[in-house]
C-alpha cells in the first residue's frame, strides 16, 4: 500500500453537484440533441463516456437512439418536463502545481449532466402567464400551486451551464408559429431566469451562467449553403468521414446572418439579449446537427452533392435517410460540463 502527501491549497474542497439545463423553443430540436448524445459520445474521439444516473434517463438515452438508428425517424417532441441525469467520464487538460512549477497535464474529469428538457409552450410561459406563480413579493396565503411553468424556471435558474438552441427553420415563411417566436420564447425565460437570480443574490451586473448558443441543423440545406457561401466550413482532418464543420470563431457571424434573414428578425433580439445579460466570457457558439449529414452505404468520405439526411416521406412529415453522424452535440456540453467544473 502507498500513501500519497496531499498539498492543502490543492486538495479538492467538496463541491455542489454542477447542472446543464436545455434551453429552446417550441420544435427546436432539444428532444432530438438529447436523442443523439450516446451516438455523439461513442463517435468522439476524445475518450468519454456517458452513464445513466437513474432508470429514465437509460431509457430515455436507449429508446430515442434505437429510434433514430434502427427506425430512422425523430423522437417526438417532449410533453411537460423531463429531468434526466448522466455522469460524463472522461479527461481534460489543465494547467497544474503552483507559481513556476505549472505544467499542462492530462487529468480525469468527471462531472454530471442534469438536463431539463421542458416542452417548448412551457419555456414561453404558454400555459397563461397569469398562471406563472414565481414570488414576487407575495404573501403566503395569496400563493398558488407552482405550475409546471414555475418548476422550469426555477431549474433553469438553479444550473450552472445553459445550453439554448436555435432553430433557423423555424421562423420561415412555410413554417407556423403557433407557439410564438424565439424572442418571445427566450425574454419571458430570461427575465424570470434574471429576477430569480437577483434575488437569491447571484445576478451582479449579469446573470452568473455559463452559456453555449447552439445553431441546430447545420446538415440542412439552407443552414449548410449559407455557411458554404460564406466561407465558414472547414474540416477536422481527425473525422474519418471528413464532416464539414463551421471554422472555430465564424459561429457567431452565422447566427447573426441566419437570423438577418429571417422574417421576424427574432434572432437578432436574442442575440442583444444575450450580450447585454450574459458576461462575453462566458458566453460561446456552436452550430450542430443531430443526425449529421448523408453517407451513402459503402462510402468513406462526405459528399458534398449528396449530402441530405432528412427526406419527405409518404407516411411521415421526414425521416432520417441514412447512419446518424452527430456532429458538435457533444462539444457544447464538455466545454459546460469543464468550465463549470473548475
Not at 443523439?36 to 476524445?46: R, S
Not at 452559456?211 to 460564406?230: G, M, N, S, Y
Amino acid at each position: 500500500m502507498s500513501s500519497q502527501t496531499v498539498v492543502p491549497d490543492e486538495a479538492e474542497s467538496p463541491r455542489k453537484e454542477r447542472k446543464i439545463g436545455l434551453w429552446g423553443a417550441s420544435g427546436s430540436g432539444k428532444t432530438s440533441f438529447l436523442a443523439a448524445l450516446y451516438v455523439a459520445v461513442t463517435e468522439n474521439t476524445a475518450d468519454w463516456r456517458i452513464i445513466g444516473d437513474n432508470r429514465a434517463s437509460v431509457d430515455f438515452l436507449t429508446e430515442m437512439t434505437k429510434s433514430m438508428t434502427q427506425h430512422h425517424v425523430f423522437p417526438k417532441k417532449t410533453e411537460g418536463i423531463q429531468k434526466l441525469s448522466w455522469t460524463m467520464v472522461g479527461q481534460t487538460e489543465r494547467i497544474v502545481g503552483r507559481r513556476f512549477r505549472k505544467k499542462k497535464e492530462t487529468v480525469p474529469l468527471r462531472f454530471r449532466l442534469d438536463l431539463i428538457d421542458a416542452q417548448g409552450r412551457l419555456l414561453a410561459g404558454m400555459d397563461r402567464a397569469d398562471d406563472l406563480n414565481l414570488d414576487f413579493g407575495e404573501t403566503r396565503a395569496m400563493k398558488t400551486p407552482k405550475t409546471e411553468a414555475d418548476q422550469l424556471i426555477e431549474e433553469l435558474a438553479a444550473c450552472d451551464g445553459l445550453v439554448y438552441l436555435f432553430d433557423p427553420l423555424r421562423e420561415r415563411s412555410d413554417r407556423k408559429l403557433e407557439d410564438g417566436d424565439d424572442f418571445q420564447h427566450f425574454q419571458w425565460a430570461l427575465q424570470n431566469i434574471a429576477h430569480i437570480c437577483d434575488k437569491n443574490g447571484t445576478f451582479d451586473t449579469h446573470l452568473p451562467h455559463y452559456l453555449a448558443v447552439c445553431i441546430t441543423k447545420l446538415d440542412d440545406p439552407l443552414v449548410f449553403r449559407t455557411a458554404d457561401e460564406l466561407g465558414y466550413l472547414t474540416a477536422d482532418t481527425q473525422d474519418p468521414y471528413l464532416f464539414p464543420r463551421v471554422v472555430p470563431g465564424r459561429t457567431e457571424e452565422l447566427y447573426l446572418k441566419l437570423g438577418s434573414t429571417s422574417p421576424t428578425r427574432s434572432a437578432l433580439k436574442v442575440h442583444d439579449s444575450i450580450r447585454r445579460y450574459f458576461h462575453e466570457d462566458r458566453v460561446r457558439y456552436f452550430a450542430t446537427s443531430s443526425i449529421g449529414f448523408y453517407v451513402p452505404p459503402g462510402a468513406t468520405r462526405f459528399r458534398r452533392a449528396n449530402f441530405r439526411n432528412v427526406v419527405p416521406d409518404s407516411e411521415k412529415s421526414t425521416v432520417i435517410r441514412g447512419d446518424i453522424h452527430p456532429i458538435n452535440v457533444l462539444e457544447p456540453l464538455l466545454w459546460l460540463g469543464d468550465v463549470v467544473s473548475r
